[in-house]
């Protein structure tokens, strides 16, 4: 078999054999197959396509390439969640605990930020102490004992999507529904999780700008995880502007708390309540979304969900006292105020410009390797829809140094379009997608 033969059947138009894509993954994550093979084989598939047979043959060809985590330790039903990306996302912190708190299990493998979107691991390391590097075994120990535990990406898991990701960012590849959806659904079904739900994100501080796209890619991952054999559905969720009110590590972890506390009911606990109940109705805990939804309010209102936060962090090595009082978290040494430069209603913030803004000020990562400061970010007092007077405050921006966070809070004020009509307030789940339909 040679990959020369590969490419030029799929720049054809024909289909990839089982063997055919097997052989192409297992020999290009040893070496075999060069880069610039590969990068002609991602071309071809970004032109002519794959049909569902192929995705998944490449999802798990890939999900094989390195360990497979095995859940089996864990009582009970497992599930999981993966956010496409955006801006002020952090569900994560909110809908797990409260998910846990309803009895199923969450164990999670969670990423770190890159560019203007950010990481759950970062947010979680806020807490003085807290680690994600668990062993496998206390991994398993603590989601036994409290019910969730979240960690970081293991070395070895889909080192053959490692490769190629990095491969699809300089070749002009990305936007490849079949390599997206492989890439996602191979590191999910990796994880191991009974029940994975989806939140694709569309709009201008997300990956799929469109709702259409979103659409395609989110029905294409729920096919592929139904055809694995897991419990699989998604949500479409709006990221034309930004997710809550905060943007930065430790205000996202006040204002998560704040939900939990059951002080805030805006779109982030409405997000959270809908990813929450497709967990709890596909894992059986609930007849139907309705009655999904009441269990997981009651975890707000007992103080339940909040109680698993802080078993959570605890048991990672943080101090539980820091959940309960987030105002021990450390602050920004500088903070501005952008404000209205006329009176209207917000028709629109660039949710992108804003995620940026908060990158700059050393919230997000420019490379892997950079540092981040967990105090600065933004706090949006105005979002789409609400009236504005002529000098009213827009955001609180922090930051670090004097320069950087004026700079921010000018990009700020830019991201804002003030309508002098009146602004419907969106809608932010578009649409749910399951396996039937």
């Known amino acids: 078999m040679q990959m020369t033969d590969l490419i030029v059947k799929k720049r054809d138009g024909h289909e990839l054999s089982t063997e055919e894509i097997r052989f192409m993954i297992s020999n290009y994550t040893s070496g075999v197959i060069p880069d610039y093979q590969m990068s002609a084989m991602c071309m071809a598939i970004l032109f002519k396509g794959m049909n569902d047979r192929e995705i998944l043959d490449l999802t798990l060809a890939m999900m094989h390439s390195g360990d497979v985590v095995d859940l089996s330790g864990i009582d009970g039903v497992k599930a999981d969640k993966h956010s496409t990306g955006g801006v002020g996302d952090k569900t994560s912190l909110v809908l797990c605990p409260m998910v846990a708190a309803c009895g199923m299990k969450i164990a999670k493998m ?36 409290n019910g969730i535990a979240i960690i970081g990406q293991t070395g070895n898991i889909c080192p053959a999507d490692k490769l190629l990701y990095a491969l699809r960012d300089v070749t002009g590849t990305v936007p490849s529904i079949p390599l997206i959806a492989s890439s996602i659904m191979s590191k999910k079904l ?25 659409v395609r890619l989110a029905e294409t991952m729920v096919r592929l995880g139904t055809m694995a054999g897991r419990k699989c559905s998604a949500l479409i969720t ?5 997710l809550g009110h905060s943007i930065g590590n430790i205000i996202e972890v006040r204002e998560a708390v704040s939900v939990l506390r059951g002080r805030d009911e805006g779109d982030l606990l409405e997000v959270c309540l809908a990813l929450g109940s497709e967990m709890l109705v596909l894992g059986g805990f609930a007849d139907d979304r309705a009655e999904a939804g009441k269990m997981l309010m009651r975890t707000v209102r007992d103080g339940s969900a ?51 803004a908060s990158m700059h000020l050393g919230g997000g990562r420019v490379t892997k390797e950079s540092a981040i400061d967990a105090t600065v970010g933004v706090f949006l007092h105005k979002k789409v829809g609400d009236r504005v007077g002529f000098g009213e405050v827009l955001a609180q ?18 991201a804002y ?21």
Request: aromatic share 8%.
């Open 110 to 145: 969670s990423g770190r930020g890159l560019g203007h979107t950010g990481g759950t691991i970062d947010k979680l390391e806020s807490f003085p102490g807290f680690s994600t590097a668990l062993s496998r075994r206390e991994f398993i120990n603590s989601v036994n004992k």
């Open 190 to 214: 990796a994880a191991g999780a009974d029940v994975i739900v989806l939140d694709v994100k569309c709009g201008s501080g997300a990956f799929m700008k469109t709702e259409a796209d979103a």
């Open 238 to 242: 709006d990221m034309d502007q930004p």
């Open 306 to 356: 909040l109680e698993k936060l802080a078993d959570m962090v605890e048991a990672q090595g943080g101090k539980r006292e820091y959940v309960y009082n987030t105002d021990l978290l450390s602050n920004a040494a500088v903070e501005l105020k952008a404000v209205a430069e006329k009176s209207g209603y917000i028709r629109f913030i660039d949710a992108e410009k804003i995620g940026l």
């Open 397 to 414: 921006v922090f930051g670090s140094d004097y320069e950087k966070t004026e700079s921010a809070r000018r990009e700020i004020v830019s």
């Open 417 to 437: 379009v003030i309508s002098d009509e009146p602004v419907e307030k969106p809608a932010f789940i578009k649409r749910i997608i399951t396996p039937a339909g």
